[in-house]
């Protein structure tokens, strides 16, 4: 059975993007017909594993003539599949031309909803202000002119009330919709007044990671760690506010964005030792990290799923995470880590001190979360179970 997975990286390489690419290495693995479909970014490091591979690129949506007779094209390239499988998220209008024209063989692997367009329902904000990243993914896929426009003051309302429309418009017409956690299964059966909720899939981690967490790396080091871009949705300052609250408390952050300056004004500020490291495309590197850190943050205002805390869980690292979204479906509070407010500093920087003063609970956290991991969110299982989804 043939299959086309198909990925659009919104202008960085994340979790979404380990995820479809480890899902897709695992599908060839196991000699499934997959071929996969990208645009953006790949790191060096995936670009060497997947040498070899037939990687196919996927045309641009900007209306023109010439570009539509391209997108008919790859069209018809897809209609040869058996199954097409959207991971996580390509742009709307490619969406929206799959589904009116190959809806009847199209599953939707869902990561996040169309976040532009249902911001105002998940956290009451415009989009623009919680994800700075937006403009530069505009710009990319759709050209600067047009960008400003439909991001403009002027405008931006009537913007998301076209995208609520035309997702809603796609969605429809997908055969199937799998998400990547029980809160976001919730979440789009509400939104797009589905009659059932759909299928959950947890996704896995990349088993390059889960190689190297066995591998020694001289012992633990002084610092919390936080995996993410440097973005409002992160909260990486609420990771700084908390942490001011809380004696030798130093913060590694391994991500890049437009809040770099402002970080390091706030960690000055507060007196909090903080390291950004900027993004890692090296997965030696990465578990590194992991490897020493003392524990784990993740403390999103919201989170559809989040890797990190099963990235570090298979380092035998308890994660501090956030309340909003999926990554209570991973952390067992009190067990394999704490859940939070990610607004309640107090709290945060109380849960900081429990695990900073105790080696012993940290150790024993770590290794029931790892234990967890290993049971509930390898890339084998998750990689079967959306074979099965995509099969049935």
């Not at 501090?320 to 704490?338: A, K, L, R, S």
Request: aromatic content about 8%; overall charge positive; some cysteine.
């Amino acid at each position: 059975m043939p299959i086309a997975i198909i990925h659009q990286s919104y202008g960085r390489f994340g979790g979404a993007e380990r995820v479809a690419l480890a899902h897709y290495e695992q599908l060839r693995r196991i000699n499934v017909d997959a071929t996969l479909f990208w645009s953006g970014l790949i790191t060096p490091g995936w670009q060497a594993r997947l040498n070899g591979y037939d990687i196919r690129t996927i045309p641009s949506t900007v209306p023109s003539p010439r570009r539509l007779a391209t997108m008919m094209r790859f069209l018809r390239e897809l209609s040869r599949y058996d199954s097409i499988i959207i991971h996580h998220h390509v742009d709307p209008l490619l969406a929206l031309y799959i589904a009116k024209n190959l809806g009847k063989k199209t599953i939707w692997y869902s990561g996040s909803m169309f976040e532009l367009a249902w911001e105002r329902w998940i956290t009451g904000e415009d989009y623009r202000s919680i994800s700075r990243t937006v403009k530069q993914t505009s710009e990319e896929y759709y050209g600067r002119p047009l960008s400003s426009l439909v991001l403009s003051d002027r405008v931006f309302e009537q913007t998301v009330r076209l995208a609520r429309a035309v997702d809603i418009h796609a969605v429809k017409r997908y055969s199937k919709i799998v998400a990547n956690s029980k809160f976001l299964s919730r979440f789009l059966k509400r939104i797009y007044k589905l009659n059932d909720a759909p299928p959950v899939v947890y996704p896995g981690p990349d088993p390059m990671l889960a190689q190297l967490s066995s591998k020694d790396f001289a012992g633990e080091g002084d610092y919390m760690l936080a995996v993410g871009p440097l973005i409002p949705l992160k909260n990486v300052d609420g990771m700084i506010q908390a942490a001011s609250k809380v004696p030798s408390a130093r913060l590694v952050v391994v991500g890049e964005g437009q809040e770099r300056f402002s970080l390091k004004e706030s960690a000055l500020r507060l007196r909090v030792p903080l390291q950004l490291k900027g993004n890692s495309h090296s997965e030696e590197e990465l578990a590194m990290l992991y490897s020493r850190c003392m524990f784990h943050v993740h403390l999103s205002l919201y989170e559809p799923f989040g890797l990190t805390p099963v990235e570090a869980g298979l380092f035998k690292k308890p994660s501090i995470v956030t309340d909003q979204g999926g990554p209570p479906e991973i952390i067992v509070n009190g067990e394999t880590g704490f859940i939070v407010d990610p607004r309640d500093y107090g709290m945060i920087a109380k849960r900081m001190m429990e695990l900073l003063s105790n080696p012993e609970l940290r150790h024993e956290m770590g290794m029931k979360a790892r234990r967890r991991v290993l049971e509930n969110f390898t890339l084998e299982r998750s990689t079967k179970e959306l074979l099965a989804e995509i099969e049935s």
